[in-house]
Every structure is written in C-alpha cells, then in structure tokens.
C-alpha cells in the first residue's frame, strides 16, 4: 500500500500487528533490515523510516481503529508499558472489555521513564496511547496491583496479562570510604520525566555499565550539562550489550568509553578502577593495574530485576532461575487465565519483543476465553536473496533521515534524527523489491510460451490455467520477486 501512495491502507495493515509504529519507527533497533534481501543489492529498505512516516502521518490525521463487537468477556491488564498497551489493543479489536492497572503516574511503561525523549519525543508516544485509550481502553494510573487472583475474583475479569517490566536496580558493592554520591541510572531516567528539576549530577559522571541504559544515562548526563561523562565497563567494546548505532551516537556527543575496567573503591570524588584483561574463554580478569578517576557522581547501570514479590504465592506460577515469569508457549503463567510477557519473561528485553507478546498474549487469551487454542498460520517458504533476478531491479540509495547538529544535540533533548518527507518516504517504500509477492509486473504473463497465465485485473494478481500449462517453469524463472513456485503435478 505504502508504494502505491495509499497511505492509510499501509497503516490500517501495519497496525493489526503493532498499535505504536511512529514509536517503533524511532526506537525499535530494526533486526527486519538486518534480513532485508536488498541489503545484498546495495542497502536494506529503510523499513523503519517508512514505518515512522506512517505512524507521524496516522497521528497528524487522526486515524483511528474501531474496537470489535463486544464478547461480553472482561480482561485485566497489569502495567501499561509497551507489552500491556499492545495486548490491551489487540483484546479490544476483538471486542473485549479491558481494563490496565499501572503503578505508575503516567502510562507507557520504559517508553516513557526509560528511554530519553531526544530518541521518543513525548507527543509521539502520547499521540499513539490516547489511540488505544479511544478505542474504549481505561487505563487507571498510580493503581499498583498486589494481588491479581484476588483482583480478577473482585473485579469478574475473566482472563489477566501481566507485564511489569524490570524495574528493580541491580546494585554492586563497592568499598567506600567516603562516599560520593550515587545514584540509580533508572531511577535518575525516570526523574527526568516527574520532577520538575533534573537531577543534580554534577560536572563530571561516572556510568557504570555497558548497556543501552548506560548510554542512555551518560547522553542524558551530557545533556544536563556535564563537561565530563565517562562510561565504565568491565568487558570490551564487542561484548558490550548496547546496541552500535547507540555507541556510535554516544561516541559522537563525546561520551569517553573505558572498555576492561572495573571499579574498585570510592573516596569521596576518587574512584580507584582495575584494568581487566580478557582471558582465553573471553571473560574480563583483573591484571593489578589500577589508576584513579575524578567524578562528582556515580550512576549504576548494571541492568534491572523484575520484583516477583506479588507473583510468588500465587498457585501454579513459576519463577525461573533468572528470576523472570515462567510463561508456556501461548504466554500463559501456570495459573490459569493469567497470562504474562515482556520484560517480566525469558526474552531480549526491547519495546519490539514486548509488543509482539502483547499480541500473541491477546491472541492465546481470546481463544482461552472461547475454550478454544490459538493456531499461529505457518508462513509461506520465504523468498531469500537467491530466488530474486536482482537484475531486473534499478539502483536506488537508501534515503537518509536529516539529524540534528552535533552542537544542538549535545545541549538540548530536542529529537536527533528527523522523519522522510512524503517524496522520500515513497521512494524508501518504492526501493521495497516485494520478495516473495506479486508486484503485476506482467514478466510471467509476457513469456508463457502457452498462454497458461491469466491476468485478473489491477491489485488482482494473476492465476494459471493449469490445462494450458505445460510445466515449463519459464515464469517462475523470470520472476522478479520470486512470487511463483513450481511444485509437480499430482496425477
Ligand atoms: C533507558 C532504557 C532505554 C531503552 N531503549 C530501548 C530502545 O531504544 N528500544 C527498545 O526496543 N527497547 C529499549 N529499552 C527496553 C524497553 O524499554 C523495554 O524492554 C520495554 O519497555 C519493556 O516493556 P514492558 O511492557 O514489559 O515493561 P515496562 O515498559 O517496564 O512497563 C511496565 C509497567 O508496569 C508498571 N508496573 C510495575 N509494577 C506494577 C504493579 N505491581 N502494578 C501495576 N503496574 C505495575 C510500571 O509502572 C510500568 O508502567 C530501553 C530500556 C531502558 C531502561
Ligand atoms: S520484501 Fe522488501 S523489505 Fe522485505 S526483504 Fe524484500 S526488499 Fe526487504
Ligand atoms: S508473479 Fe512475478 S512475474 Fe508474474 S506479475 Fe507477479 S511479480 Fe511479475
């Protein structure tokens, strides 16, 4: 649809999956492209910045989804971050009745109290939650659910989907003598977005840790003024968690990195670091090399728990070794009709993989509801790089998103990279080479030897007559895209 300038279509289709594509657009570190067939033409699609142009031009022109007709059924949801808010969409175009419950002042869970609004400006993420709450969710805020079988039981939900996120900072022991001030990296993200005045961090900050919450802190820190921020991480640039376009970005803003180094006591503004040294199974060791840093703060970043403290009493849930929510593979918890998923389970933590178990949580919980179980439709063979005639396509450069200056970023939370104007996202949509489906380019329909294609009119495809058709395979050779398999005949 997006190729064909029919903008709301792409839209109503991209969101039967995903109710936040102009967050995605921004935050998602886009693995699709990593396995986009064009990257091995010349650059992948810029799938993320089509999928951003249409989520902004959903928001600017209101485009609204309507809910399903109501089941009668009535589901709790438990935190309104990115896996509650999608599951809670999902129930709703189904026509259940749902209702969030989230601990905290405002909805959106780490989009909001996480990530840093130079990445997800807040009118976006607003813009795409007042959509789920128009569609007839209620969301009830500063609302901390401790007892959810109680809960369901009070309240007549039917089903709940539990999604809590990780929010408990992990912390290290270091020997202090005189200690400075040290801080939490979530807890000082998430001051950012309730308190009216930033946080005093000082002039120069320390971030331990090598995630993208690290990076996150010390770009923040720089931001609110620090003429220093250091990150220090015990392993080395390869095994560091933070995703590259991250680190590159902080690199550029003038983070400075220290890669094998671990801290080893504070004294007051000293903090005394061993270099490590990466051993022949790739773990860091100390090597007795110490020398000292000056900073006025310590922030920690050195990832977070999920707290399982209301969920452990509850019959049949299982708590793995990791401490995350054991969940089976329709997300269901071992009590029945509680569902969970997101960061609170065994999974990558990232807004994507929380919104897709939103979905595939609402998808199991619908069917529960019916007595029935959901059956996930087996895709079709992919159509990788070796089933395409690359040739048949023209060059096409990927377009690149305008970001702000480097001077403006380093002093403002302004939002660094821009969208596609219409004529580049079209021409990004356009650079798409429909691997696998039917673009009615007519090549098939052109060099049938027998006639045996017949052409069923515009956005119909085609269809073959298989009493013409002689097996010859011409047209699935001369295919673009790879749309047509050749399977034998069963006489
Ligand atoms: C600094 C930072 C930057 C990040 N950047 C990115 C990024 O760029 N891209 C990306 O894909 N991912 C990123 N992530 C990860 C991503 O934000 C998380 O994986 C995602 O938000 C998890 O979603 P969730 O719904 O499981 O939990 P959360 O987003 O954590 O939401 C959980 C919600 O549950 C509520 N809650 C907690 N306890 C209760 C309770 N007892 N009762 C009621 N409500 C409760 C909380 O208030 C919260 O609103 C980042 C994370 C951080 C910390
Ligand atoms: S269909 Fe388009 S976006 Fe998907 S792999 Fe092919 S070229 Fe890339
Ligand atoms: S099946 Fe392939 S060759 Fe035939 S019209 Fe579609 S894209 Fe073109």
Redesign the pocket.
Known sequence: HAEEGDYEAAWRQLVTDNPFPAVEGR???HPCEGACNRGQLDEAVSIHAVERFLGDEALKRGWKIEPGAPTGKRVLV????????SAAWHLRRKGHDVTI????PM??????????KY??PRDILDGEIARIVDMGVTIKLD????DIPAMMKDDGFDAAFV?????LAKRTDIPAREAGKIFD??SV?RDMETDEEPPLLGRRVVVYGGG??AL??ARTAKRLGAAETLVVYRRTREQMPA?DI?LEEALDEGIILHWLTTIKQIDGTTFTVEKMAVDENGWPQPTGEFETLEADTLVLALG?AV?TS?LKTIPGVAITDDGVIDVDDTMMTGFAGLFA????VPAE??????IG??KKAARNIDTWLRGERFVPVVNDRLADYERLNAWYYTDAPKTVQPALALARRRTSFDEIHGGLDETNALFEARRCLSCGNCFECDNCYGVCPDNAVIKLGPGKRFEFNYDFCKGCGLCATECPCGAIDMVAETI
């Open positions: 935050v998602c570190y438990v935190g309104a971050g990115p896996s509650g808010l419950h989230d601990a905290g909805a959106g869970g780490m989009m909001r109290f996480g990530i840093p990445r997800l609302s901390k659910v401790t999604a809590v996120g990780a929010h990296a979530i993200l993208n919450t996150d802190m995703h991250e977070q707290d209301f998923g997101g960061d609170m933590r990232t807004v994507t993989v929380a178990h939103g």
